[in-house]
């Protein structure tokens, strides 16, 4: 069993900072940190690992500059058996699509694999859009926002999808790609033992040349998504009081201004 686990680095959003000129997020001092989502992705990968396939590789690829290498080195001291950090000048400003297309290409490159994981989604941009177009470029089935994987074999895989209003059962043939949300498990910390390994591991750099990338399907030219306008939303506060002596009358015009701003 050779199981893929796409991560992304992002910026800290607790401490981003919003920069009205430029109408562009601040990145600058800004902690990096590996998606919070991905993480329950490499905890499931894991745990495939450990409950069913005890000779299975678990290998890390993440898309971004050579600073995305630490995000590596962290899944790594989680238990990840190898990473890849695909990083060239050429794929800065790639959208989720331009984005996709790399990543299957440095998975057809990899070679064989029979699943593929990633988080729901990443918090800088909230897309949920990576991991489906990866399935989509590599002809593969795949199930979103998993919440469970109810069982695995070396030909099929059958997993909890939530949904809206509940949840719905899917099996899938293997290989086969897989979102994942918080509800799937709990992320374990990296052990002592794991982040010693994960400092001196040496983590190879693909980059375009290496993968033969189509220059006009990634970074800026081949991303069809442009951001025209971003801004931070203006919030406007209004205290109402209601004094009436008549209890009920209050709670009356409560419920009439409430509906007024279509809160209920």
């Not at 109408?23 to 992705?41: C, M, Q, S, W």
């Not at 450990?50 to 995305?68: C, D, L, N, V, W």
């Not at 109810?150 to 909890?160: C, F, P």
């Not at 033969?212 to 506060?237: E, R, Y």
Request: hydrophobic share 40%; charged share 30%; glycine share 4%.
């Amino acid at each position: 069993m050779n199981i893929i686990v796409c991560v992304k680095q992002v910026p800290d959003t607790s401490q981003m900072k919003f920069d009205p000129e430029t109408k562009t997020i601040k990145r600058e001092g800004v902690e990096n940190i590996v998606n919070p989502f991905d993480l329950y992705a490499v905890e499931e990968a894991l745990r495939i690992k450990e409950k069913y396939f005890p000779q299975a590789t678990i290998t890390a690829i993440s898309m971004g500059p050579k600073q995305a290498e630490s995000a590596l080195r962290e899944v790594i001291s989680m238990g990840v058996d190898r990473a890849i950090l695909i990083s060239d000048k050429s794929f800065a400003a790639s959208d989720t699509l331009a984005t996709s297309y790399v990543l299957s290409e440095a998975i057809k490159k990899i070679g064989s694999f029979d699943l593929i994981l990633f988080g729901k989604m990443a918090i800088d941009g909230d897309t949920a859009q990576v991991g489906p177009e990866v399935a989509s470029l590599l002809d593969i089935p795949q199930i979103t926002f998993v919440r469970k994987i109810v069982e695995i074999k070396e030909d099929y895989l059958i997993a909890e999808r939530s949904m809206e209003d509940g949840y719905e059962t899917l099996k899938v043939k293997l290989p086969a790609a897989l979102t994942c949300i918080k509800e799937l498990n709990e992320p374990r910390l990296p052990s002592l033992r794991g982040k010693i390994r994960a400092k001196k591991e040496e983590i190879p750099v693909w980059d375009a040349n290496f993968l033969g990338i189509d220059l006009s399907k990634c970074g800026f030219k081949g991303s069809p998504t442009w951001v025209t306008k971003a801004f931070t939303p203006t919030i406007q506060k209004e205290n109402i009081i209601f004094s009436d002596d008549n209890q009920e009358k209050n709670v009356e015009n409560l419920i009439n201004e409430l509906k007024k701003k279509s809160i209920i």
